[in-house]
Every structure is written in structure tokens, then in C-alpha cells.
């Protein structure tokens, strides 16, 4: 059964900081990891997505890696705001499914 | 991307009540999938909604308790039956597939549901 865990749970930096989030699976055969954004009380804002055949993605300020034979993968934001603040969780999807599998999430708070 | 729209966007409900909440999707997608996300908790799938048959529903939901509809490639409602208080939670709409681009889900704002 897949697991996926994120840690930190919970994550507060001063403005201006670079940091890493990261996530872990227990199952390599994953298809694709795809990382989420969550602001409260709302839905999921899908932030990078990363096939199982690669090795990172970007998307302006932010670089996800995978390294599947590890099940690790990390989520860099670099030159933080206020406005990154936000629950951000990974999720797997599993070969030969279209379920995705979510990790507990890391709340992060960007402080000004 | 997609736009997703949910309704109603929160309910609070009496126990022994059932609310249907609705998924609108503004093109055709192929997949159609029911989270269910509890308070302080990550996303667990519910069912794949299936257009025209039966939802796949996952270990530890059934039919019954959540019943599921999905009359074309754009809409799809999840009802929560007989609801109790254990039911309170954020219930999210999610796609795949629309415009083409496959492998991506996107997700709806989310029902949040309380029940007293």
C-alpha cells in the first residue's frame, strides 16, 4: 500500500528565504508526483507535476525533483513571499490508476 | 486547465440529513473523481464517477452512503446520506483529461460540509 509523507508538518521562515518542502513514498512504481497548493478553506491549485520518466520540473520560483528509486521528492522555493503561504501537499499516482495518493501536507507561513 | 465549480460552497446540515453537492466543469473531461478531505486530515478518493455506469467506489465507501451520478463528461453530483457528525469535511470535485491534457488533476474549490 502507498504511503506518502511530508515533512515538516509545519514550516516558518522569515520573507526573502529559500526552502525545500519534502515528501516521501514507500512504493516506487508511482506514474507521476504532482505538488498542490491549498490556501484555507479552499481547494487544490496544482503547482508542478512531474512524470515518473523525470527528474524535475519549473515553474518560476518554484523546482520540484523527483528521485524515484529513493521515493523522495522535493519542492524548492526560492526568494519567499507572504503570498507563498499556504498548505502545499504531494501527492503519487499509482501505476496502472488514476488514484492519487496525498501526503499530510506542510503548512508553510512566510512571515514579512 | 480547467474550471471547476462546486455546489453549494458550505452547508451545515442537521444529523440524518442528506445533502447532493454538484460538479460543473466548463469542458469535457474524461475522468471525474469524489475526495474527501477531514478536518486537520490529507485527501482520501471516494469513487471515480463514471459516466453512464456505476462509480468505482474505494475501499471503505459505499454506494449506499454515497451515492454518485454522472449524466454526461461535465457534471457530477456526490450525495452524503443519512450524515452524522464523523461526515464533517471539505468533500473536492477533481478532473482529468480536459482540453486534452491527460496525467493532471484539477481540483474544484471543495464543499465544506458540517454536520450537528
Known amino acids: 500500500k502507498q504511503e506518502v509523507t511530508q515533512i515538516p508538518a509545519a514550516l516558518s521562515v522569515p520573507e526573502g528565504e529559500n526552502l525545500v518542502l519534502n515528501c516521501s513514498f514507500t512504493?516506487?512504481?508511482?506514474?507521476?508526483l504532482q505538488w498542490f497548493r491549498q490556501d484555507p478553506g479552499k481547494g487544490l491549485t496544482s503547482l508542478l507535476l512531474i512524470q515518473s520518466s523525470q527528474r524535475e520540473q519549473t515553474s518560476g520560483r518554484l523546482n520540484a525533483s523527483l528521485d524515484k528509486s529513493s521515493g523522495r521528492s522535493t519542492l524548492y522555493i526560492a526568494a519567499s513571499q507572504p503570498g507563498d503561504s499556504a498548505t502545499y501537499l504531494c501527492?503519487?499516482?499509482?501505476?496502472?490508476?488514476?488514484?492519487?495518493?496525498f501526503g499530510q501536507g506542510t503548512r508553510l507561513t512566510i512571515n514579512p | 486547465s480547467a474550471v471547476i465549480s462546486q455546489k453549494p460552497s458550505r452547508d451545515i446540515c442537521q444529523r440524518g440529513t442528506s445533502l447532493t453537492i454538484q460538479c460543473q466543469v466548463d469542458?469535457?473531461?474524461?475522468?471525474m473523481f469524489w475526495y474527501r478531505q477531514q478536518p486537520g486530515q490529507s485527501l482520501t478518493l471516494i469513487a471515480t464517477a463514471n459516466q453512464g455506469s456505476e462509480a468505482t467506489y474505494e475501499s471503505g465507501f459505499v454506494i449506499d452512503k454515497f451515492p454518485i451520478s454522472r449524466p454526461n463528461l461535465t457534471f457530477s453530483t456526490l450525495t452524503v446520506s443519512n450524515m452524522s457528525p464523523e461526515d464533517s469535511s471539505i468533500y473536492l470535485c477533481?478532473?482529468?483529461?480536459?482540453?486534452?491534457?491527460?496525467?493532471?488533476?484539477?481540483f474544484g474549490p471543495g464543499t465544506r460540509l458540517t454536520v450537528l
Open positions: 469542458s469535457q473531461v474524461t475522468m
Open positions: 501527492a503519487v499516482r499509482i501505476q496502472g490508476a488514476q488514484k492519487l495518493v
Open positions: 477533481s478532473v482529468e483529461g480536459a482540453n486534452g491534457v491527460t496525467d493532471t488533476q484539477y
Open positions: 512504493d516506487s512504481a508511482i506514474y507521476n
